[in-house]
Every structure is written in C-alpha cells, then in structure tokens.
C-alpha cells in the first residue's frame, strides 16, 4: 500500500462570516487567494438561497451540475486548500438541507448564493508544497505527492 | 467584497464522550459554559434516540423545527462557539442517518437524545472577542466584524 | 451532569490522498497503524465506486450493515483514533451523495472502495491514553473515562 502524504504544521487560523448575497465558492476562493493561505483546511456552517453540487462522472471524467433553487441549510462544509496553475485552490463538499430535513451533497460549485455563512479557516504549512496536477487514471487534478 | 473575520491562536483541547440520555444540546452548552470556552470548534459523531433539527425560514425569520423520532447514527455534527448575552453559545449543525442511511440534517435543537456522542472542542483565542448581536438583513445573531 | 472527557495537546498532522481502488476503511486503519497514531482527528472528502455503512441497533446491540453499489461523492468523513485491543483503531461516520444528490449515512465499514480520496489526520497526545473498552448500557466499545 502507497501512503501518499506530506506532514505540515499549522499557521494562521481564521474565523469568519460571509455575508447575504455572496457566492458561496467564490468568495471563499477570494478569500484564501487574499490571505495567500497556499494550504489549509475548511470548516462552515450557515444557509443558503440556492446551491449548486457537482458529481463526479467517473466514466466520462467530468462533473455532473446539479442545481437546488431553494432556501437550504448549509449542515456541512468540508474543504481543503491547495495549489493549481500557481494559485490556491478550494476544494470543498458540501451538505444542504431542506426544511424537511431531507438532504442533497456534492462537490461545491460555484451557483451556491450564501444567505449568512460561518467558516474557520486553517493554513498549513506543509514539509512541501502541496500542488495539483493532472492524474492520469482519474483524470482529476490530484497533489503530487511521493510514493512511500 | 467584505471580508468579515478575525485571525485566532488556538487554546485547550478536549476530546470526550456524551453519556447515554443527555440533551445533546444542553450538554455541549453546559460543557463550553463550565469550561468558560468562549470561542472555539466543535466536531462529533455518535448516535441518538432522537432527533430535533431546525430550519431557518429566510422569509418569516422564524425557525421550522422537525423532529425525528427513531434511531439514528450522527452522521456529521459541525459547529462553532462564540459569545452572545456575555454567556458562550453553541452553534451547530448535524446531519442524522436512519437504518436505511437515509439522511436529515438541519440547525441543531433541544430535543436530541443521546445514545452515544464523541466530541472534539478546539478552544479558540481570538484578537478580538466574537460576540453576536441582532442582524438587520437576517434577523439572526450573527458575529460583530469589522468590514476590512 | 458527568463531563467524561480529556485534555489534549495537538502533535503531528498529516494530508495526503488515497489511491484509486482502495478499501476506505482499512486504508485509514493501516495508515494510523503505520505512523502509530494512538489518538487524533480525520476528515476527508472525495469519492468511491461503492460505500458500506453500518447503522447500530441500538436495541439489539449490532450493526445493521447497508451497502451502495454505486459511484458516490464523499461529502463528508468525520473520524477520531484511539486504542482498542492495545491497537489503533478508526472510528469514522461518512456521507456519500449520488448522481442526484441524495445522501445516504453511517459509520464507515469496511466494503467502501476509493475513487479518490483527500484526507487530513492530526495526531493528539491526550493527558491520558483514549482507550476502548466494552460499555454495559450501549454495548459498545467506549472511552474508559474518570466521571468528572
């Protein structure tokens, strides 16, 4: 078994709140691109007006959208921050409820209009440099990481 | 756009275990006001007998409550504390998930029971203490942030 | 009200991925095995080609075992280390979200096989060793805890 890893060390930690109206992806994206946090980790809760998930096809190696336009809660936001074409990266998945309860996942994408939004916000720094690059099986971009 | 957060260091770490027959709620209340936490991260999973999750209607700024009254696996339990009427609050959001894997998920109420809970509380020292008041858009409690 | 629980300082932590066509759990186990984590957090997101979830009865005292044959997002993985047997072990709950969205829970068993996976582990070393042992009320493997 290959143990693909790096170790890291925390630095900054944030904690924060996005206000109504602001895309839920992007305005995470700016945020970590702002603050340079080149890895890290994130955590939210909150609501949402409308979200947007994507599911990976893994067949034809490319995300399905789909679209919920209603008011929902955000019950989890689990993410990672990274480097892609030189830039940080977020990658997260995301839990929403209705109120009913009943909930939908996925990756998030961008089309997620916050209505109030909690996050925290870790960097690491990793032993080395934690980047993205295209995986041949997946065809995802997966970190680089040796083989141990 | 604003970006509404403060930078933290953290503190104390607990790590432990919710008994059999707690309120789910009060108990992580009572664990964070005993503890005098007044910012910090939760994380848990577990199991309860029921469940009482709420859904914030964004119109009528008004909580919808749903109870679940049946058997369910704490799937994910998501939350952060902060300071409101000077006293610490808990603030978190679980997903529930029935013997079918059927999954609910909401704003967490009194009302859940405890079968068996484990909880992580991250102790967080903020620059600046994090204390809600009432917002204007939301009706909601929400943090007082400077706008940088 | 008892608080079972310990303190905890944070010592190594780890980010890494998980390659394509392993099984989730035992990935975990033997990763936590090999860098002798006796106790600690994990989160992850990613992807499977099939999940197997438990759901406890709590009346009877075993897992109800659900599997789906399916391709799924992991929209969340929450998990904690700690010792039973003198052996590390994984105690984690998932989410896993399909083409559509719908989400499906439970504690993660082994049968749930990797797409591709990202995950965060942080050691702890707790002020007291976090060890299992057989619990009268539920029937399950808990924390051995000084009642505070």
Redesign the interface.
Known sequence: ??????????N?????????G?DLYE?LT??VQ?KSIK?G?I???G?V?RAK?G????HNHRY?E?E?DK?L????????ISILDDKPLV?????????????????LLKGTQV??C?F?IKE?I?EKE?VRSK?E??K?N??E?DEA
Chains 1, 2, 3 share one sequence.
């Open positions: 078994m290959n143990l693909n890893y790096v170790e890291f060390n925390e900054r930690s944030f904690i924060g709140r996005i206000p109504y602001e305005f700016t945020f702002d890895a980790q955590s939210a809760i609501a007006t998930v599911f990976y096809d893994q399905i789909r919920f008011h809660e955000i019950a989890s936001l689990t993410g990672n990658h997260a998945h995301i839990l929403v409820s209705d109120d009913e309860g009943g909930s939908y996942g996925g990756h209505f109030l909690e925290i690491f990793p934690l995986d099986i997946t995802l997966i970190w990481m």
